[in-house]
């Protein structure tokens, strides 16, 4: 894969923690589309999961996550000719920061044994996944628009999800905001704590400083071990995740996009 020029230092600091004033994101102003305020008004009330101080029943989601009629038939009625009846998820993943939603509604349709509990800020993200959702038939997917890190805390039990995803978070360029990566040890370890036995930790990004450090900060969390055959650490792109149209553009342009996946043991 194509290198990127030298950058910064890729040292991982050891000691950053993510405290509630210190953010790995910056909430975006924009404008709603109307297909998403509409997307939001229609699917948001039964799709959207208010943040609350208290542990999610995971189970009770995924029983519960094909029996949205507005969004698909239920799966104990007659599927039309051809037509599969929809799966009762049998495995959960929890995404931080979906941007537009466009991986999390393509990965939703490659794995319908997978709930996926999609974490993200940003209003017209939310909205635009909402509308994918409702366009593409799609029932496994449930949103938190929330803080992760807090999300995390609150409501996913300990030692529950079969797997984490987190693609292209903001590398955040600058030495003096390297303290806003989302990738540091305190937080690794917070997420390995979530996973169960087996689970797996897959993030993804084009910016080489910060694949460095992530390849560094998961290397150094016990509790996981790198699933890359490459000598380099760095994973082949699993098959669910689709190549986005941000990063077709950038590969054409010569950029890397370096995957990582780790597996609890």
């Given amino acids: 894969m194509n290198e990127l020029p030298a950058s910064a230092p890729s040292a991982a600091p050891t000691d950053i923690e993510h405290p509630r004033h210190i953010r790995s994101y910056v909430r975006r102003t ?14 948001g009330p039964q799709l959207l999961i208010p943040f609350q101080d208290h542990l999610l029943d995971l189970d009770m989601l995924a029983s519960t996550s094909n029996t949205i009629d507005s969004i698909a038939p239920r799966a104990d009625s007659t599927p039309p000719t051809g037509q599969k009846a929809l799966k009762i998820p049998t495995k959960t993943v929890f995404e931080i920061g979906f941007g537009m939603g466009e991986a999390t509604a393509h990965i939703a349709k490659v794995l319908p044994d997978t709930l996926f509990l999609a974490c993200e800020v940003h209003e017209p993200g939310v909205g635009a996944l909402l509308k994918r959702i409702q366009e593409q038939s799609i029932s496994n997917i449930r949103i938190i628009s929330y803080d992760a ?23 955040w360029h600058k030495t003096r905001h390297n303290k806003r990566r989302l990738i540091q040890p305190p937080f690794v370890a917070k997420l390995v704590q979530h996973l169960k036995p087996g689970g797996y930790l897959h993030c993804a990004t084009d910016w080489q400083p910060y694949a460095e450090q992530m390849l560094e900060v998961l290397s150094a969390e016990r509790a996981i071990k790198n699933t890359a055959s490459s000598p380099d650490g760095y ?28 597996q609890k043991a």
């Fill in 30 to 43: 924009g404008r709603l589309t109307v297909g998403q305020a509409k997307a939001l008004d229609t699917l």
């Fill in 235 to 262: 994973a082949e792109k699993p098959h669910y995740r689709p190549l986005t149209k941000f990063e077709n553009r950038g590969i054409k342009l010569g950029h890397g996009v370096w995957d990582l996946v780790f």
């Fill in 149 to 171: 890190v807090q999300v995390l805390d609150k409501m996913i039990p300990k030692a529950s999800l079969d797997g984490i995803h987190i693609f292209f978070p903001d590398p």
